[in-house]
């Protein structure tokens, strides 16, 4: 369905004159640490990311094709793991690309992997992969150690571990979601044992519940495992909350933007990138008349406040990345940054417009294509 491949009108819309140099006012508020920073500018963070990435692997003679990258993390020792749809395997490398383990094929028996929906580091040389929604295999040193199925994850997805090694559990949440006439529901944040014996609701983000007359631009929820804790987002909202391990708020973040709302050439934006969508081979049995229906319906639903971002991503070290919001296809170069202690850093930009698959303490994993639209891996240093 087309709005479901709308990445959403660039980055931060935003005044004021703190980037990150002005000190927030810090209060207590029945044991919960509340940061608000005030106004925000679109200035840069004190971190930067590297010109050229410190390994890419996928482009050159004697590299491993990468078709269709899945998933991918920064592991705790510098090591990277990545998955591709094809073939269906998970590779192990080095920080400087070297590839130390490779792992599966395209099946449903054990040894082999299926969509998968994430990748984890859980220490001591062992990798976690969700995949087909229910299947969690345990990977070490390249060999599977352990498969579980867990039918009640069908609808989560693994996003990390807390301090006491149990596996933090989100539902997945997707943009495009209606924003009026309705009321934002709340979805559990699960966390459980690696066995799967024991499961305990630690938390709640909020979500909207899809509809067919959705807002092209419709708001979301979304939830990530930042650091020992996690951090939960609704892109309507200039707005973060922490939570421990056990699901009790420690910290919110606030600060002020303006709203930014669909302008006419947000509008024509759409339009041009629609028009370019339907000439593509999957439309070209469709009939003129249904494509100019589909088209005015999209503009209709054009309306509302713009997300101020789009689904959070956590690091290692607990601090919040905040991707610029798109109203144009391709990935954002643009991520605000709060810190672990709630204050807005500013605005880091990347080298391109990459997909990310990680964020780690002191670097970046993303999926480049070059002009054959071949993708390639590759780690990039983030200096702090």
Same mark, same amino acid.
């Given at each position: 369905m087309l709005l479901a491949v709308l990445p959403m009108l660039c980055a931060f819309a935003c005044s004021g004159d703190? *980037?990150?140099? @002005? $000190?927030?006012?810090?209060? /207590?508020?029945?044991? =919960?640490?509340i940061v608000e920073n005030g106004p925000v500018a679109n200035e840069p963070a004190p971190w930067r990311v590297s010109a050229e990435p410190v390994m890419r692997i996928g482009w050159d003679e004697g /590299?491993?094709? %990468?078709?269709?990258?899945? #998933? *991918? @993390?920064i592991l705790g020792d510098g090591r990277v793991a990545v998955t591709t749809y094809d073939p269906r395997r998970l590779f192990v490398m080095s920080p400087t690309g070297e590839i130390l383990d490779a792992f599966g094929r395209d099946g449903g028996g054990p040894g082999e992997l299926g969509a998968v929906v994430a990748v984890l580091g859980l220490g001591g040389d062992t990798i976690l992969v969700q995949h087909d929604r229910i299947?969690?295999? %345990?990977?070490? $040193?390249?060999? &599977?150690?352990?498969? &579980?199925? =867990?039918? /009640?994850?069908a609808r989560s997805a693994v996003a990390g571990a807390t301090p006491a090694g149990r596996l933090v559990m989100l539902p997945n949440s997707g943009s495009g979601i209606q924003q009026h006439e309705t009321t934002w529901s709340q979805a559990p944040i699960v966390s459980i044992t690696r066995d799967a014996e024991q499961w305990d609701t630690i938390g709640l983000f909020e979500y909207l519940p899809p509809t067919a007359d959705r807002p092209t631009y419709a708001p979301f929820g979304s939830a990530a495992v930042s650091g020992e804790r996690i951090v939960v987002s609704r892109n309507d909202r200039t707005e973060l909350k922490w939570l421990d391990?056990?699901?009790?708020?420690? #910290? =919110? @973040? !606030?600060? #002020?933007?303006?709203?930014?709302?669909?302008t006419d050439?947000? !509008?024509?934006a759409l339009e041009r990138f629609m028009r370019e969508y339907y000439q593509g081979p999957d439309y070209e049995n469709v009939p003129a008349t249904e494509i100019e229906r589909r088209m005015a319906a999209a503009l209709d639903r054009a309306y509302g406040p713009l997300p101020f971002h789009r689904l959070v991503i956590g690091d290692p070290d607990g601090n919040a990345w905040l991707p610029g919001y798109l109203v144009r296809p391709g990935w954002p170069n643009l991520y605000a940054v709060v810190s672990a202690d709630g204050r807005w850093l500013g605005v880091v930009q990347l080298p391109g417009e990459f997909k990310v698959l990680d964020i780690g303490a002191d670097g970046? &994993?993303?999926?480049?294509?070059?002009? &054959? /639209?071949?993708q390639a891996v590759a780690l990039y240093r983030l200096e702090k």
């Open positions: 703190n *980037g990150g140099g @002005a $000190d927030p006012v810090v209060r /207590d508020s029945a044991g =919960i640490r /590299d491993p094709e %990468f078709a269709g990258v899945a #998933q *991918g @993390a299947r969690f295999s %345990f990977v070490h $040193d390249g060999e &599977l150690v352990r498969e &579980l199925r =867990i039918t /009640d994850a391990e056990t699901g009790e708020p420690r #910290q =919110i @973040a !606030r600060w #002020q933007m303006p709203a930014r709302t669909v050439s947000v !509008r024509s970046v &994993l993303v999926v480049e294509e070059n002009e &054959l /639209d071949m």
